[in-house]
Nanobody
């Protein structure tokens, strides 16, 4: 069983920055990708950024140029550097780990609140 654990959420003012971390522990054989999703109240969960095992990354249009995803393979950890935060970035941010066998593992989520 793989258990992703997120940290780094909090309250920040508009224009501020936060860095989220997600460490995956447990029976990890091979990770295909790791990703950040977010869900605001009343909205569906949406993909924010994803990074593949080889390092290639993809972003939602709404965060391009503001957020950066990075990965430390040795630690099975990913980071999400969030800059120029906006109130519409307020959400619970979830980490998802996808194994090379196609199984998805979700973390518990961390709250990010951006005040206007």
């Amino acid at each position: 069983q793989v258990q992703p654990v997120e940290s780094g959420g909090g309250l920040v003012q508009t224009g501020g920055s936060l860095r989220l971390s997600c460490a995956a522990s447990g029976s990890i054989f091979s990770i295909y990708s790791m990703a950040w999703y977010r869900q605001a109240p009343g909205n569906q969960r949406e993909l924010v950024a994803r990074i593949m095992s080889g390092g290639s990354a993809a972003y939602a249009d709404s965060v391009k140029g503001r957020f950066t995803i990075s990965r430390d393979n040795a630690k099975n950890t990913i980071y999400l550097q969030m800059n120029s935060l906006k109130p519409e970035d307020t959400a619970v941010y979830y980490c998802k780990v996808t194994s090379d066998r196609g199984y998805d593992y979700w973390g518990q989520g961390t709250q990010v609140t951006v005040s206007s």
